[in-house]
C-alpha cells in the first residue's frame, strides 16, 4: 500500500498545501450566473439575483481545504504518554466533501487508528486533517490513502489504519439513483499492513 500511495499522490501533493491558481471573484459570480442560465432558470429573477454571491462564498467555505497543510495540523506531538504505545483511535469523525467527477457532495465517516512510537498528536489534529482533505475535491479512495499517507509520514507511526464509510450523491441524485448505498474504503500502512491480527484488531474496535 505504501506504494501504491506513492503512486497516486506525489508526497507534495498531501504534505503540502496546494499552489492554486484562483480567478477573482467576479469571475466566479459570472460562472454561476452561466450555470443558472444552463438549468433553464433566469439569474435575474428576484430569487437568483444573489445566488452568486451565495455561491461564491459557499464555495471558499466548502473548499477551504486547499487553503490548508494537513502536515503542519500534526506538527505539534507529545511524549509524555506515561509509557502508552498501543493503538489509538478517534473514530466516527464525520465528514462531508465532493465527488471530484460531478462536485456533488459525498457524505461520511472516518475512523482513523495508529500505533505511537513514542510520542501522540492532539486527537483534534486527527479530525482536522479529515476536514482538510475532506474540503477538496475528492475520490473517497484518494482521501482514504491521503488520510493514511501523511499521518504516516509526519508521525512516524508504527502503523495507521484508516477506515472511510460514505455515501456518494452521484449516486443517489443521479446515474443509477440508488439512495442509501454506502461505500466502505480503507487503507493499512507499517504494522497494520503486515499484521492481520492489527487489521481485524482495529476493524472490531471501529464496529464495537
Request: glycine content about 6%; hydrophobic content about 40%; aromatic content about 6%.
Amino acid at each position: 500500500m505504501d506504494a501504491v500511495i506513492k503512486k497516486l499522490m506525489p508526497p507534495s501533493s498531501y504534505m503540502e498545501k496546494p499552489v492554486t491558481d484562483r480567478p477573482s471573484e467576479a469571475e466566479v459570480e459570472a460562472a454561476v450566473r452561466t450555470l443558472l442560465r444552463w438549468t433553464g432558470d433566469n439569474p435575474d429573477r428576484e430569487g437568483l439575483v444573489d445566488t452568486p454571491k451565495r455561491v461564491t462564498k459557499a464555495f471558499r467555505e466548502m473548499f477551504n481545504g486547499y487553503d490548508m497543510c494537513p502536515a503542519e495540523e500534526l506538527g505539534r506531538t507529545f511524549e509524555e504518554v506515561a509509557g502508552y504505545d498501543d493503538l489509538v483511535i478517534v473514530r466516527d469523525i464525520k465528514f462531508h466533501s465532493h465527488c471530484e467527477h460531478h462536485m456533488v457532495p459525498i457524505i461520511g465517516k472516518a475512523h482513523v487508528g495508529y500505533l505511537p512510537d513514542g510520542k501522540v498528536v492532539g486527537l483534534s489534529k486527527i479530525a482536522r486533517v479529515v476536514d482538510i482533505f475532506a474540503h477538496r475535491l475528492q475520490t473517497q479512495e484518494a482521501m482514504t490513502a491521503q488520510i493514511a499517507g501523511v499521518i504516516q509520514d509526519v508521525l512516524n507511526p508504527r502503523g495507521v489504519a484508516v477506515m472511510i464509510e460514505a455515501e456518494h450523491m452521484c449516486m443517489a441524485m443521479r446515474g443509477i439513483r440508488k439512495q442509501d448505498s454506502t461505500t466502505l474504503t480503507s487503507t493499512f500502512t507499517g504494522v497494520f499492513k503486515d499484521t492481520p491480527e492489527e487489521q481485524v484488531r482495529f476493524v472490531t474496535m471501529v464496529r464495537g
